[in-house]
C-alpha cells in the first residue's frame, strides 16, 4: 500500500470515529449567511421593542396577531392547526398551534425569557442630595456593577394608580429625549477604590441615578429640586411619590441594537440574553402551520432572579393551561406533561479569546459555530440543574444533523469556575424531556452583549424543525 492511500485510509477512520469537526461559518451557505442577515433586521427591531418583559409580551402579542393567533378563550374547543395566545398579568405569554396529534401524545415547549439584567427603581427612590435629584435602585439579576455607571439610560416600565388606572412610561429612547446616568468618580481621586475587587469597588447602595439639578422656584423652601422632578412627572404622568410604591420601572441602557464589526457579522445590543432566544422560538410558533404535535412557545419572566413568583417558570400557569386543554379534550394534564418534550431556549457563555483561561476549550461554546445545546448548567459539581437524559440528547442531535443545522455541545465555563442555571429543571420537574438550546452570547449580562447573526437564525431553524 503505498502512503497516499495509507493517509486518506487514516482521515477515513478519523472522519468517522471523531467527533465532528465543528465548523464555523465556512460550513454555512451563502444563502443561509444571507437568510440569517434579513431574519436579524426583525430580531433588532424587536429588541428595540422590548426591553423590559411588559413590552416583550405587547411586541408578541402584535406579532401574533398580525399572523393569524387570537386571544385563548377559555369556552371553546380547538381544532388541529388553531392558533391561539395566552397572557399571563402583561409579563408572560403562551403562543399555541394545535397539532394533529391528540394531546397525551405530549406537546413541544418552547421555553425562553424575556427578562434581563437592570436597576430597577426602589419602592421610595426619589431623593434630593446638594441640589440633586437621584433615583436610588436595586439591581435585577446578576450584574457587574461598574458596567452600568456612566453609560447613558432609559426608564421603562410601568405605574399603577389606586383606582386601578396605569400609565407606561419610557423616556430615553428617542434621540431627543433626555437619559440618565450612574455617576462615577474621576480616576484622578480613585486611588482608594482601586485598590478594591470588582465585585466591592461599587457598591450596590452606590448605584444612584441622577435625574436632575434644577430648583423648582427661588423660594426658601428645602427639596425644590426634588419638588421640580415630581412636578415634572405629575404633569406628564399623573405621578406623585406615593405611586411610586406601587409602580416597576427600571432602568435599562438607551442605546439601540447595532451591527458589530465591519464585516457586520454581529449584533451588539442590550437584552440578547434571552430575547436572542425569545424571538427565534416566537417566530418559529408564528412560521409554524398544522404540526403533527401541539406546539407551545413560552415566554416568562423572572429567570434572570431565580425563576420565581407568578409569572417566572415556577408558576403554575402553564400547568394550570395544560390541565385546562386536557381536560377539555376528556384527558390528564400530567399525561399531556409525561409525553412532553422541551427545548429550554437560553442562552450560553460564548468562548471569548481574551479571558481564555474561564473556558475549558473542548466543551465551550464558540459563536459563529451554531446554535449550542447545554446539557446542563449548575454549579459546584452539576447541583441545581436538569440534566438531559441520554437518549434526549441523541433525539436532539438527530434532529438538527437531518435538518443540516449548525450546531455545537457547550458547557457553562471551567468545571469551577463558578456557573449558573436556566428555566430547564423547573420544565424536568414536571416530568418533561427537555434540554437547553440557544445561542452562544458575549460579554453576557453587560449592557452591551454581543451574539452572531447566523447562531441567531440556525436557534430559529432548530425550534421551528422541533415544532416541525
Ligand atoms: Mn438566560
Ligand atoms: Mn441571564
Redesign the pocket.
Known sequence: MDNEKETSKTAQLKEKLFVRNVKGLQSVSSDDIAQADEFAKGYMTFLNHAKIEREAVATSVQIARENGFTEYDSTKNYQAGDRVYVVNRKKNIMLVVFGRQPLDKGVRFAIA?IDSPRLDLKPNPLYETNELAMFKTHYYGGIKKYQWTTIPLALHGTVAFKDGSTVNVTVGEEDNDPCFCVTDLLPHLSREQATQPLSKAIAGENLNVLIGSRPFDDSKEAELVKLNILNILFEKYGITEEDFLSAELTLVPAFKARDIGFDRSMIGAYGH??KVCAYPALMSAVNTYNPEYTAITILVDK?EIGSDGNTGMQSAFMEHFINEIAEKNGLKGYKVLDNSKCLSA??NAGFDPTYSSAFEQNNSSYINRGVVITKYTGSGGKYDTSDASAEYMAEIRNLLDKENIQWQSGELGKVDGGGGG?IAKYVANLNVDVVDLGVPVLSMHAPLEVISKTDLYMAYRAFKAFFQ
Request: a negative charge; aromatic letters at 0%.
Open positions: 425569557h440574553d434571552d429567570e437560553d442562552v436556566t
